[in-house]
């Protein structure tokens, strides 16, 4: 599970399911941070259902709807970045870096050929500037 990208629909369902009450009342929240990757907020909503609060659930309903929400592709820059790294690099970020540079200069040129406007040019180049902040 760990290098493998990880599904909006997947993420979705453990949570809702991690709402719901098992054993006595008592729910498994955090299901949904444990597989995106999220140990601490898995233990910290964990924490919130021994207390018996209802914030645990209710904020993992909230983020139910918040990943099926969410744009696909702003869901793979938060949560599959891992899983995009090519196997034999030094480091994420550096190829992140190549990456955004030849998509930036792919979508250069299709500015230059004329097939995109100047404000799409610019609105994808924050796109992509923004992936390796």
Request: hydrophobic share 45%; proline share 0%.
């Given at each position: 599970m760990l290098g493998k990208s990880k599904s909006r629909r997947v993420a979705a369902l453990?949570?809702?399911v991690g709402a719901v009450p098992v054993f006595?009342?008592?729910h498994l929240v955090g299901l949904h941070k444990l597989y995106l990757g999220q140990r601490w907020w898995c233990l910290?909503?964990?924490?919130l259902a021994l207390t018996g609060s209802k914030i645990a659930w209710i904020a993992a309903?909230?983020?139910a709807v918040f990943y099926l929400i969410q744009n696909p592709?702003?869901?793979d820059v938060n949560f599959n970045d891992e899983a995009i790294a090519v196997p034999?690099?030094?480091g994420t970020q550096s190829n992140a870096v190549v990456n955004v540079s030849e998509s930036l200069r792919e979508?250069?040129?299709l500015r230059q050929d004329g097939l995109i406007s100047e404000y799409e040019f610019?609105?994808?180049?924050?796109k992509l500037l923004d992936r390796i902040k």
């Open positions: 453990l949570a809702i006595g009342g008592f910290i909503y964990l924490a309903l909230f983020d592709d702003e869901f034999g690099t030094i979508l250069d040129q610019e609105q994808k180049r924050r």
